[in-house]
């Protein structure tokens, strides 16, 4: 009975053990603190026992081992025996040997050992989840591959990677991705956190370390180090901008990263559903660097304040909408790519437009500040944009009403005059 009890014990949990990746040496330490609990709530002590175990027999051994004293002296019955008791045992005992008798685990009581039990399950589970912890927070800034295991009613998805339990929460998911259970998914590892004592793994498809670890995995040359990521401007599923340099003057930047009839970056831009990707030419000259920023624009003039947070950029007239992009996106990128406030302008003959200032009266002051706060200084630049435009990039402050009145009052005022 004691064999099998304690091989079941032992088996069972070294099973469990390899599963989990727990070393067989912390296991071993684990059991013995779990019997010496046994022990001392039996005993109150455990000095006077020695716990043996061999795992790959499936055995352990609790010896108590006690002195033999004479009978008069005894006062510790843990760990002292007297000398007629221990001779009933083993004639051959002499005072003041030490007697070492087998404790049998089923002396402790069934509960003790379901007891046992419980608790060597809670500390492989309390291991377990420390190994994940540790192990996922060396993990941020990789990439994972794993398998949806379910859709949350709140879009947040659980992602099964060996075994382990990660979330991708909605805001992480570029706003295109549709994703069923079973299905692959890749992301990056980019928080590792404990919930009630449980750790938490994050995971992101719109993190920017997301694009670059694409860009390590496609591109050699960014893998060895020979082009830098300099900085990245991203909004996901839409549209991205990176700014790389190389450090071999022999090494196109731009085109090692887009390649040949753009194999590389096309594979990129897949896996982050068709998210346009603008790769320039990183500069420390932050007029030339802002002129790149808001490519596929042409810019003319750019005039930057005292302190660089802000940029005033002069672009052709036929060029305003290229450097605002669709909903002002193009825009967006280049700010945060050069780290600045740009406001863009239309370059015009002063003849061929009117200044908005004019309008005052029409529109009032304040729609007049709005308008000049997005880079519409005269009536042919606020043309330049649809209504739609023009109610995005301020934000909503402006209106559906108040821009059709904008549009028809300046179109009316253009036909007035020729």
Not at 202 to 215: D, G
Not at 343 to 371: H, K, N, P, Q, T
Request: hydrophobic fraction near 40%.
């Amino acid at each position: 009975m004691q064999n099998d009890v304690s091989k079941l014990i032992i088996q069972s949990f070294s099973e469990i053990a390899r599963e989990k990746g727990i070393d067989r040496d912390l296991l071993l330490s684990i059991l013995e603190d779990v019997f010496r609990t046994m022990i001392r709530k039996k005993y109150e002590s455990d000095e006077a026992f020695e716990v043996i175990l061999n795992a790959d027999r499936g055995e352990i051994q609790i010896l108590h081992i006690r002195e033999v004293v004479p009978a008069e002296e005894l006062t510790d019955p843990v760990s002292e025996i007297s000398l007629e008791e221990a001779q009933k045992q083993d004639p051959d005992l002499e005072l003041y040997d030490e007697y070492a008798q087998e404790i049998m685990i089923t002396d402790f009581g069934r509960r003790a050992v379901t007891m046992a039990r419980q608790t060597l399950s809670q500390r492989i589970r309390e291991i377990e989840k420390d190994n994940i912890f540790e192990d996922y927070s060396d993990r941020v800034g990789d990439i994972i591959l794993g398998d949806v295991y379910q859709v949350r009613p709140n879009k947040d998805i659980l992602v099964n990677h060996n075994g382990v339990e990660l979330l991708l929460p909605r805001s992480e998911q570029i706003y295109k991705d549709r994703y069923r259970k079973g299905d692959s998914i890749r992301a990056v590892v980019v928080e590792v956190k404990r919930v009630a004592g449980n750790p938490t793994v994050i995971i992101s498809r719109t993190s920017e370390m997301f694009l670059e670890r694409l860009f390590e995995n496609e591109i050699p040359e960014v893998f060895d180090g020979i082009i830098d990521l300099v900085k990245i401007a991203r909004e996901p599923g839409d549209r991205s901008k990176v700014a790389v340099l190389s450090h071999d003057e022999r090494v196109d930047p731009v085109g090692a990263c887009v390649g040949m009839k753009g194999i590389r970056i096309h594979s990129v831009v897949r896996e982050l559903q068709n998210e346009n990707i603008d790769v320039i030419n990183y500069t420390k000259d932050p007029i030339e660097f802002i002129k790149r920023a808001l490519q596929p624009a042409s810019v003319l003039k750019v005039e930057l304040s005292e302190d660089g947070k802000k940029a005033h950029v002069l672009v052709p007239a036929d060029e305003v909408s290229k450097a605002i992009g669709r909903g002002g996106v193009n825009i967006r990128l280049a700010s945060k790519l050069a780290e600045c406030e740009i406001d863009v302008f239309r370059d015009v003959e002063e003849e061929d437009d009117i200044d908005l200032s004019e309008f005052a009266e029409d529109f009032g002051e304040e729609v007049i500040a709005i308008l000049h706060e997005i880079g519409c200084d005269t009536a042919r630049a606020v043309l330049q944009l649809t209504e739609d435009e023009l109610i995005s990039r301020t934000n909503e402050r402006i209106n559906r009403e108040t821009a059709e009145k904008i549009m028809d009052l300046i179109e009316y005022e253009f036909e007035e005059e020729e």
